[in-house]
């Protein structure tokens, strides 16, 4: 049984506090409206990091980087992220529920200038999804969407447990050969984007 409208949890999720339900669909049925608003603001959520791996892939096509597999590494990880709002959009249109556009945040990437801080970046904002997956499962279970919370751990929890553990070893090697904060490690940024099986074949 779904909470009394206008009633919101605690929670540290992006629910989309906007959101319009669509009363007339004939489709939904047992969807939450807080899941639905969860799933509306989470599919936000993973625009804005596919948004942000793609000008950090542009960052390193630049001539004064110039390292041309972490920039497709990124390039790559921002399209299966889109791929991945794609499919929760996907899922939320099959439960009859609606998606509320909403103006995508600026990447917030500008000052990134070496491979270091990208991967540092990167690696928050998976284990920020990886937990946010992780609440929505839990949410969906706690308000009677056992299937919600299947799908969501299946589809979009399980395939971000290995890039959180690549980008762990990625960042270990890039400290290992002595890429830096500004940038200024320059052999070891080579050496990282000589790592061509690691970064264009990570999950």
């Given at each position: ?14 629910i989309?506090?906007?959101?319009r339900?669509?009363?007339?669909s ?11 608003e ?7 959520l993973l ?11 542009k960052?390193?096509?630049?001539d004064n980087?110039?390292?041309?597999r972490?920039?497709?590494?990124f ?10 709002a794609?499919a929760?959009?996907q899922?939320?249109n099959?439960?009859?529920?609606q998606?509320c556009?909403k ?11 070496g ?11 998976w284990?920020?999804?990886m ?10 279970c706690e308000?009677?969407d056992?299937?919600s919370?299947?799908v969501?751990?299946?589809r979009?929890l399980?395939?971000?447990v290995?890039?959180?553990?690549l ?8 400290r290992r050969?002595?890429c830096t904060?500004?940038?200024a ?8 984007d000589?790592l061509?099986e690691?970064l264009?074949?990570?999950?």
């Amino acid at each position: 049984m779904s909470e009394p409208s206008g009633k919101r949890l605690k929670t540290n999720l992006p629910i989309c506090k906007t959101h319009r339900v669509f009363v007339g669909s004939k489709v939904k049925q047992n969807l939450p409206a807080v899941v639905e608003e969860s799933l509306c603001g989470v599919s936000t959520l993973l625009m804005e990091i596919a948004y942000r791996l793609e000008a950090l892939g542009k960052i390193f096509e630049q001539d004064n980087l110039a390292l041309p597999r972490v920039a497709t590494f990124f390039q790559l990880e921002s399209e299966r992220e889109q791929k991945q709002a794609e499919a929760m959009l996907q899922y939320l249109n099959e439960r009859g529920g609606q998606y509320c556009n909403k103006d995508i945040k600026r990447p917030g990437c500008e000052a990134v200038c070496g491979v270091l801080p990208a991967l540092e970046l990167t690696l928050t904002q998976w284990k920020d999804e990886m937990a946010i997956m992780m609440e929505l499962s839990r949410l969906a279970c706690e308000h009677g969407d056992p299937h919600s919370a299947s799908v969501v751990k299946s589809r979009f929890l399980t395939p971000v447990v290995p890039k959180v553990k690549l980008l762990g070893d990625l960042l270990t090697n890039a400290r290992r050969v002595g890429c830096t904060a500004d940038g200024a490690g320059g052999f070891g940024e080579y050496l990282i984007d000589q790592l061509q099986e690691d970064l264009t074949s990570s999950a």
